[in-house]
């Protein structure tokens, strides 16, 4: 039986074509649970506020000015990513292993129980590799960025998520610019920048405006869908301060941490407006973990001058960009990086760095022959 004219007319009307537009994402983002008075906000410039800031930059003149080789660095960093990422996805309260961290960045997918916990590893990988990227441009954050650091912790699995296939073995920093600038901002948060900029301290300074950014996108947006991209925004400013000494502040102590046991302070501060006392607390908490940060470095900077055979000796370009290439893409067989470096690397050359590398603990293999992949040393769990 022939199918009726106005059937083929509808039937042929869903049919995309090239003049029509294709079905695009609608981003949302949750009411915030607070609403910040801008009028009444200030601050007082204390003795305490100062010396606070002023302790800070010294520390981190100390942190940059420690000899550290560059593999030293770098797995410190791959090291740091990993603790970071747990830290984000055990403040959604999802356990987590590190172990399986490791496994969803090289791109492995987790058994069926586990998806959820993935699907969170995910996401703060995501919120990690942009925050990195962009930051690392030494420009502050914005309202739009904001808004997409907020996007990606809240919808990743409505649409990032289904974008990740595409970026493993690449630099899925480029995920995030698929929400940036596509986000509607909320008034809020729009306010809160402006607030920041009209201020002549707080609008030049990313430390105070990652405290004041901690403050008020919490106070917020207290949700569990959020808090990772609350957190990849104060992360983003403290970066631009290079207060996050090459990303490593992940490796500081966490346990002198003590926010909720201010939560009553941080009520006041919203109802009065007054972000004194905040930003004191905040800027102690960050001082605190640079102490340690700084404590824990020069043990690694000593034991590389007490044991020289434990320095490697300073990369060329092609190890620099092999070690790179593996720690970006998670993992990553010899062909893969062959493709990547072009023909101007022999397949042999690359053969015998790659096992160089290997045999200095920079890489390690896995599998054999054609199946073999290479990844960054596997650490033990995080405690």
């Given at each position: 039986m022939a199918k009726s004219k106005k059937n083929i007319a509808a039937r042929d009307a869903k049919?995309?074509?090239?003049?029509?537009?294709?079905?695009?994402?609608?981003?949302?983002?949750?009411?915030?649970?607070?609403?910040?008075?801008?009028?009444?906000?200030?601050?007082?410039l204390t003795p305490t506020l100062a010396r606070r800031l002023a302790d800070i930059y010294y520390l981190n003149g100390q942190l940059e000015s420690l000899p550290l080789g560059h593999f030293t660095l770098e797995k410190l960093k791959a090291e740091a990513r990993v603790d970071r990422v747990y830290r984000m996805v055990r403040e959604v309260n999802v356990r987590v292993r590190a172990e399986e961290i490791r496994a969803v960045a090289s791109g492995d997918v987790l058994p069926r129980d586990k998806r959820e916990v993935q699907e969170w590893i995910r996401r703060a990988i995501v919120l990690l590799d942009g925050f990195e990227s962009t930051a690392d441009l030494n420009e502050t954050s914005t309202p739009e960025l904001c808004a997409a650091y907020l996007d990606v912790s809240a919808n990743a699995d409505r649409r990032g998520s289904t974008l990740w296939a595409h970026f493993v073995a690449a630099r899925r920093s480029r995920l995030l610019s698929f929400h940036h600038g596509s986000v509607v901002v909320p008034d809020c948060v729009r306010n809160l920048y402006e607030w920041m900029d009209d201020d002549d301290l707080v609008g030049t300074e990313p430390i105070l405006r990652g405290a004041v950014l901690s403050w008020g996108l919490f106070e917020m947006y207290p949700l569990r869908l959020t808090t990772m991209g609350v957190r990849a925004t104060v992360l983003h400013e403290l970066?631009?301060?290079?207060?996050?000494?090459r990303h490593l502040l992940g490796l500081a102590d966490h346990s002198a941490d003590r926010w909720t046991q201010i939560r009553g302070d941080i009520r006041e501060a919203t109802k009065t407006g007054d972000l004194t006392y905040v930003l004191e607390h905040l800027l102690h908490q960050l001082q605190g973990r640079l102490e340690h940060l700084l404590g824990r470095l020069k043990e690694y900077s000593s034991r590389e001058r007490s044991e020289p055979w434990l320095t490697v000796s300073p990369p060329d370009d092609l190890d620099r960009r092999i070690f790179s290439m593996v720690q970006s893409m998670g993992s990553a067989r010899t062909t893969?990086?062959?493709?990547?470096?072009?023909?101007?690397?022999?397949l042999r050359t690359l053969q015998r760095r790659m096992q160089k590398l290997a045999r200095r603990g920079l890489l390690e293999k896995h599998g054999t022959r054609k199946d073999a992949f290479y990844r960054l040393p596997l650490r033990g769990p995080i405690p």
């Open positions: 049919k995309p074509t090239s003049t029509q537009a294709e079905p695009h994402f609608s981003p949302w983002l949750p009411e915030p649970k607070a609403e910040l008075r801008y009028e009444k906000l200030h601050y007082e970066g631009c301060s290079r207060a996050d000494y893969q990086l062959h493709e990547a470096l072009g023909p101007e690397v022999p």
